[in-house]
């Protein structure tokens, strides 16, 4: 059992990857902020899907592929129960995150915004909340805002009214994939509100380790990946407000779209058809309605509570163990942050810390983390990453230190 409840070594049995040993020694799976291991529930439930169940989703009028049509139609209901929205019909299947941000800004944004308009965002902002407004400023003109951030790595609040004024949206991660900070969601949207702004938040690490509940946000879209919550590969999540998805043009036109097309033109499927152009991701909403009732089964709040611990544990052994010689990044209140670590470490170079961590089976991740703006406000071309997931415990913190220690051996310090 953890510190937590959560009984990490029955979770931990549950991944069959987790398993393996390379060279003899255990692997130390550290990467989860930019993919999470799968669960054999989730690779069971796919590929008996693909034995005995596989069929179109196109309503089709034979038993096989009625079948097909449910289950993935129960992905989506488990994917609205999980996040509370109001209706199944509110979740839009997508490819990732990415495409489910790209999705907002080329509709919604097309359709709501002229040459002056004004989006909000955050220095802690993923390229991927980042790159499509830049491409929608060049096409539009519209002007970016940016909300700075604290010494802590937590937002500076006190700057958001103001730059809020006359803006029309404000789009901010709830969890940063870099320092682990968790924004004040409901709060930074109710500013937003206020401000006539609509707000769209990047839950992509967020939604994978917490309760979400997106009604009491009180958002507007909320986008996410299935691959970072236990799921497959290929599927990700927009939800958003019926009224504005109801409101927005299509993102993608083809086949499943559409009510009607003629010589002279097309009507719109009802939604979430209306953003579901071709054939869809539908093994993969399989996996994903697997991953999510392997989360419910556990509890979100306990796999937040053992992240807590997690957290706690490695900032303080950490810095009891190397002192000056690393630097964490990010917010040291465990209530307002994640098990997600970048740090420097005895000025040894990212990608050279990650290689010598590989030689004890520690797997983390070096480079810019697709957030270079905050990389700049960090004065670092690049960080190691130690990101912590349900299946991780204190030992695996513990190895990492382990692993510390030789890469300082190696360098000489
Ligand atoms: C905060 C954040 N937003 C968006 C993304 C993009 O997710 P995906 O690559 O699954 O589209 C990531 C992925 O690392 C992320 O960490």
């Known amino acids: 059992m953890s510190h937590t409840g959560l009984d990490v070594q029955a979770v931990r049995a549950r991944f069959p990857v987790l398993q393996r040993t390379i060279n003899g020694a255990p692997l130390v799976y550290l990467d989860s902020a930019n ?33 097909a049509d449910d289950a993935y139609e129960g992905a989506r209901r488990r994917v609205a ?129 917490n309760v979400t509940d997106v009604q009491a946000w009180n958002a507007d879209f909320v986008a996410f990946s299935s691959h970072k919550l236990c799921g497959p590969t290929g599927i990700g999540v927009l939800w958003g407000r019926e009224a504005l998805l109801d409101a927005m043009p299509p993102f993608l036109g083809g086949g499943n779209m559409i009510a009607d097309v003629r010589l002279d033109g097309f009507t719109t499927a009802e939604l979430p058809a209306k953003f579901e152009a071709g054939t869809p991701p539908i093994v993969e909403a399989i996996g994903l309605g697997a991953a999510i009732d392997f989360l419910e089964g556990l509890d979100m709040r306990s796999v937040r509570q053992h992240e807590v611990d997690l957290a706690q544990y490695a900032l303080s052994s950490l810095t009891e163990r190397f002192g000056d010689d690393i630097t964490i990044h990010g917010p040291t209140n465990v209530e307002v942050r994640g098990a997600t670590f970048s740090f420097a470490f005895r000025g040894i170079h990212p990608h050279d810390l990650s290689q010598i961590l590989d030689q004890h089976n520690v797997c983390v991740r070096a480079g810019h983390h697709c957030a270079k703006p905050l990389m700049r406000v960090l004065g670092a071309s690049a960080t190691a990453r130690a990101s912590f997931y349900l299946y991780n415990d204190r030992s695996e913190v513990d190895a990492l230190a382990d692993a510390l220690d030789g890469a300082s051996d190696i360098f000489g310090f």
């Not at 970016?144 to 949206?169: I, K």
């Open 81 to 209: 129960r999980f996040i509370n929205a109001a209706r199944a019909s509110e979740v839009v299947f997508t490819k990732n995150a990415t495409e489910s941000l790209n999705l907002v800004a080329a509709t919604w944004g097309r359709a709501n915004l002229q040459v002056g308009d004004v989006v909000v965002l955050t220095h802690m902002e993923h390229h991927a909340n980042i790159v499509p407004w830049h491409m929608l400023a060049a096409e539009r003109g519209i002007e970016l805002r940016w909300v700075p951030l604290t010494a802590d790595g937590q937002l500076d609040l006190e700057a958001v009214p103001a730059l809020l004024e006359g803006a029309r949206a404000f789009a901010f991660t709830a969890m940063s994939n870099v320092l682990g900070t968790i924004t004040p969601v409901r709060h930074l949207c109710d500013a937003a509100h206020a401000a006539g702004a609509i707000a769209i938040v990047d839950g992509c690490q967020y939604v994978p380790h």
């Open 35 to 67: 993919t999470s291991q799968k669960p054999d529930v989730v690779i069971d439930a796919m590929s008996a899907f693909m034995r005995h169940g596989y069929a179109p989703v196109n309503r089709s009028a034979y038993q096989l592929a009625v079948e």
